[in-house]
Structure formats: structure tokens, C-alpha cells
């Protein structure tokens, strides 16, 4: 009898935790979605009743035109999904070596890591679509032999030697935020500096910058709209010719909503990706 009072008393305890913990947690998020919904009233009765609102809605969001340009443009978008995974799959093992070689201390081996710095200043220094005008108009002019001229390959080509320098940064910062007495405990048990980068030092940073890298692949998918100045009819190449041929704008737009809906998820699998990295060292140092 006394266990099931004291069984009874925790219980209560328990709930009246709990409400004590939900009660501001759901009065805040109450006055979140109110506030949001207020502001979001205004701004579309703001928009609404200006005076040249029903020509730029005809000009931006037509409805009959939507509905004309979604498949073609759907169907385009393929193009940008095809450069993406492609070169992701490149950029990532790219990306690592450049890092490495910036890490490298070893005397013999400055003029690698030299190359390495100069390589990532350069193309996070320079404007992508500068790059992308130089390799992809500059190079084929060039009419070598052997040399491709198409221009999806120079659009893969410009989008991993720029994101490689982006990528190889976010390594570098999770290579180095590794404390060194991992590596001197790995060195201690025999391995070799390679050896403990390779199986101590990257396999944690890797797991450490997991955020920052879809971050960077989140401006890789919306950098591939920027190579329909090479020809590429990716998705918004074709969304420009639709806007030539109807004199409307709203192609362009359904191009961007289609970007909205790959890019929303991923930002949100980061945010959660980074809110779960933060709670497990918060948990760490407890």
C-alpha cells in the first residue's frame, strides 16, 4: 500500500513538472504564431491594395502561365539536379585534399601546401559567374585538341574547382578543431601523421562539419541556376526562354518556387543536424 502511494505521489509530481515545464513553452508559442500571423496579414494587405498590384500579379504570378511553364521547367531542372550530384561527388574528395595539403607542416612539402592556399584564395576571392565566363567562353576558344567543348562539362568543371575551395576550408576548420592530443595519442601508439589523419583526426572532423558542408551543397544547388550563361538549358535557361516567348514573368517564378521546395528541406536537416551536434557537446562537458 505504501509503495502504490508513493508510486501515486511521483506520478503527480511528474505531471505537475511537466505542466510547470509546457505551460510558457506553449503560452510562447502561441504568441509566435499569432504575432506571425499578424505580420503576415499586413504584408499582404500591404502588397494587395497598392495601386499597380493586379498588373504586377499578372506579370509575376499568372496562374495560366504557371501552369504552361511547370513541366517544361520541371523537366529542366533535371539538368541542375544531374550537375549537382555530380559534382558533389567530385567536390567532396576534392575538397579533403586541398585541406590536407594546406595542413601539411613538413618543409619538403611547402611548395604543395603553398599551391593549396593559393588555389583556395583565388577562388573564393574571384566572382563565380566571372569564373565560369572565363573557363566556360575562354577555354574552348582556346580550340585544343582534346579539349571539351561542351558546355556542361565547363559548368561541372567551374562549379567543383569553386566549391572545392569552399569545401576545403570547412574540412581545414574541422581538421583543426580537433584537439592535438588526438593525434599525438594516435602518433603514440605507433601510426604515422598519415595514419592519424586518416583513421583518428578526419573520420571526427568529418562528423563535425556534416553541417557547414550541406550548407555550402544548399549554395552549390542554387549556384547551378548561374551556368545558363554557357547555354546549359538547366532550369532557369529554360524559364528565360519561356519569359522571351510569353513576355511574362511567372516562368521565372516557378523556377524559383521549384528551388524553394529542394533547398527548404535541406536548410532544415541542417538546422537540426546542428541543434543535435550542439546538444551532444553540451552534453560532453557536463
Known sequence: MDRWLRQRANHRVSISRFKVATGPARKGLLVATLSTLVVAALAAYTVGSSPAWPEVQKAFFDGRYFSTSLPAVAEAFTINIRLFIIAELLILPIGLLIALARSITAPALAPLRIFATIYVDFFRGVPSILIIYVLGFGVPALQLDGI?????????????????????EVYRAGIESIHPSQERAARALGLTRLQALRYVVVP?????????LLNDFIGLQKDTALVSI???VETFKQAQILKAASFNFTPLMTTALIFLIITIPMTRLVDRLAAKDRNAQLGGTR
Not at 571539351?148 to 576545403?168: D, G, H, M, N, R
Not at 571526427?204 to 557547414?212: D, E, G, H, M, N
Open 148 to 168: 571539351p567543348k561542351e558546355p556542361f562539362f565547363w559548368a561541372l568543371v567551374t562549379l567543383v574547382l569553386i566549391y572545392s575551395a569552399y569545401v576545403s
Open 204 to 212: 571526427q572532423a568529418f562528423r563535425r562539419v556534416i553541417p557547414p
Open 230 to 232: 554557357l547555354g546549359v
